[in-house]
C-alpha cells in the first residue's frame, strides 16, 4: 500500500504535462502511486501518459470520457490505495520536497488535513505570490506548525472566504471517507468549493505547513478563465448554503457566508458581460439581507449596493467605471501629496545636511589655523 495516493485529471494538456509529472516522480518521499485520469483527452496527452508509465510503475492510468474536472478526481479517488490523498492539476506542479514536508507534518500533529501556500506563474517564468491563499501564519504567528493544530473554530474566514482549492491540502483518507456527500460536484465548474467547506467544518485537527509548495499556472486558456463559467457560480453558492443549514453551521457561519456570496458573484460580474448573470446577481441580493456591515470587505458591499442601484447590465457598468476612475484620482491625489511631503522632507534633510557640512568645515579650518 502507498503512503500517499496522487489524483490528477488530465484534459490536453500536451504543452504542461511533463512538468506537472517530472514534479511528482522526482519528488523526494518516494512512497506514492501517481493516478493520471484521462478524462477523453484529444491532444498528445495519452501518449504522454503511457510514455511515463512505461517508465515509472508507480504511475497508474484511468481512461474515461470527457466528464470535467469533479468527475476526473471522484474517480481517482475510488482506485486509490493511500494512506493520505493529494490532488494535483495536470497543468501545475509542486516543489519536490512537497509530499515529504506535507507528509511529516500530517504525521506529528495526527492531523486529517494539512494546508499550504502556493505562487502562481506564467509561461514566461515569472512568479509572484498569489493574493488569495491559507495566511494561517497571519493569525497564529511564528510558531513551530509541526506541533501545531486547530479546527475551523479557531479560523472561521478560511472556510468560506480564503482559497478553495483541492490542491492545497493533504487529505488523511480515512477521514476523507468518514464525510458524507464528499464527492466533488460532477458538470460545474468550482467543484472543489463544497468540497472544501465540508473538509474544513468536519476536521478536528488541521495543520498547516508555511511554506509556498504549489506553483499554479496562470494560462490565459484555462477553464477558469472563461466568462461562460461565471453562471456556475450560482449553483456552487446554494450548494454551500444547504450544507451550512442542513449540518447546522449556517447561524454560526451567517455573516461568513453573506460575504463569501457576495464577493463570489461580483467577482465574474464584468467578465461575463452579461444581462442575464446581471439580473440573477441582482435577484440573489435582494433576497441577501446583511446583518452586519462591518463583516463584508467595503469592495462587496460598495458592489452589493451597485448591483441594487442598477436597472440593467449597462448601468451597472456606467456606475462600476465611474467609481473605480474616482478611485484613481482619489489615489494619485494621495500619491501627489505623499510625494509633496516626501520632497519637503528630502528638502529639509539636505539642508540640515549642507549646514553640518559648513559647520564640520568651519571647525577643521579653525584647527588649521590652531
Known sequence: MPE??????????????????????NQSFTDIEIICVDDGATDKSPDILKEYADKDERIKII?????????????????ACGKYIYFLDSDDYID???????????????????????????????????????????????????????????AKRHVLNSA??????????????????????????????????????????????????????????????STANGFDMFEIISL???YLKGNGYYDELENEFIFFKI???????ISTKSEDYFNKAKEEFQKTQ???????????????????????????????????????VNQNKKLDFENKKLKELNNKLSSSN????LHTTFGFLKNLKK
Not at 490528477?8 to 504542461?16: A, D, F, G, L
Not at 470587505?297 to 448601468?315: P, R, T
Open 4 to 25: 500517499i495516493s496522487v489524483i490528477v485529471p488530465v484534459y490536453n494538456v500536451e504543452n504542461y504535462l511533463k512538468e506537472c509529472l517530472d514534479s511528482l516522480v
Open 63 to 79: 481512461s474515461q470520457k470527457n466528464q470535467g474536472l469533479g468527475a476526473s478526481r471522484n474517480n481517482g479517488l475510488k482506485e
Open 96 to 154: 519536490l520536497k512537497a509530499l515529504e514536508k506535507l507528509h511529516n507534518n500530517a504525521v506529528l500533529n495526527k492531523s486529517e488535513i494539512v494546508l499550504f501556500k502556493f505562487q502562481t506563474f506564467d509561461n514566461n517564468r515569472n512568479i509572484h505570490k498569489r493574493g488569495v491563499e491559507f495566511r494561517i501564519d497571519d493569525e497564529f504567528g511564528d510558531i513551530d506548525y509541526n506541533n501545531f493544530t486547530f479546527s475551523y473554530k479557531n
Open 164 to 225: 478553495f482549492s483541492a490542491c492545497l491540502k493533504l487529505y488523511r483518507k480515512d477521514f476523507i471517507d468518514s464525510i458524507e456527500g464528499f464527492d466533488f460536484p460532477v458538470g460545474l465548474n468550482f467543484e472543489d468549493i463544497p468540497t472544501h467547506v465540508k473538509v474544513m467544518l468536519n476536521a478536528s485537527r488541521i495543520s498547516f505547513v508555511p511554506e509556498f509548495l504549489y506553483y499554479y499556472r496562470s494560462n490565459p486558456d484555462s477553464i477558469l478563465n
Open 240 to 242: 454551500v448554503e444547504n
Open 263 to 269: 464577493a463570489q458573484i461580483l467577482v465574474y460580474m
Open 290 to 328: 446583511i446583518r452586519d456591515e462591518k463583516t463584508i470587505k467595503k469592495y462587496a458591499l460598495d458592489g452589493y449596493n451597485m448591483v441594487l442601484s442598477s436597472d440593467c447590465y449597462i448601468d451597472y457598468i456606467i456606475t462600476y467605471f465611474e467609481k473605480n476612475n474616482q478611485n484613481l
Open 354 to 357: 549642507k549646514s553640518d557640512k
